[in-house]
C-alpha cells in the first residue's frame, strides 16, 4: 500500500493523508459497485487494500447529501457521491483524474489487466471519475 500511495502522492502532486484517503473512497466505490469475485482479486494483489475500505467503512464516509442518495440509488449516482467524497476531501478533477488512473494503473500492475478491466467494464458511471 505504502507503494501506491507514494505513486499517487508523485502522480497527483498531493499530500500523503489526501492519497490515502482518495485511495480508501475510490477503492471503495469500487467494491460497492464491481464484481465481488474481482474486487476480491484487487484486494488480495493489494496488501493493505481491503482494510483500507473496512476502516474507512467503519468511521462511516459520509459524502453528504449526495452520499447518501448515492447509496441508496448505486450506479451512476454512487459515482456522482464519489466525485463529490473525493472533491469535499480535497481534489479537483485534474486530481481526481491522476489519482483514479495511478491506482487502476496499480490494481493492473498487481491483480492483471484481466480482472481489473472486468471490474471497470462492469461499472459504466465509472467514466464519470475518470
Do not use: C, H
Not at 505513486?7 to 477503492?27: F, H, K, N, P, S
Not at 487494500?49 to 464516509?61: D, I, M, P, Q, T
Not at 453528504?64 to 473525493?86: D, F, K, P, Q, R
Not at 485534474?94 to 500492475?109: D, H, I, M, N, P
Amino acid at each position: 500500500m505504502e507503494e501506491l500511495i507514494n505513486r499517487i502522492m508523485t502522480a497527483a502532486g498531493i499530500d500523503q493523508e489526501l492519497a490515502t484517503d482518495a485511495v480508501g473512497i475510490i477503492l471503495g466505490f469500487l467494491n460497492k459497485e464491481g464484481p465481488e469475485d474481482k474486487m476480491q482479486q484487487i484486494f488480495d494483489a493489494i496488501p493493505g487494500a481491503a482494510e483500507l475500505v473496512a476502516a474507512r467503512g467503519e468511521a462511516g464516509s459520509g459524502g453528504g447529501l449526495l452520499g447518501g442518495l448515492g447509496n441508496m440509488m448505486g450506479g451512476s449516482m454512487g459515482a456522482m457521491a464519489t466525485l463529490n467524497e473525493l472533491t469535499s476531501a480535497g481534489l479537483d478533477m485534474k486530481g481526481v483524474q491522476s489519482v483514479a488512473k495511478e491506482l487502476l494503473s496499480y490494481a493492473k500492475e498487481k491483480a492483471g489487466d484481466d480482472v481489473v478491466d472486468e471490474v471497470i467494464s462492469q461499472i459504466p458511471a465509472l467514466s464519470q471519475v475518470i
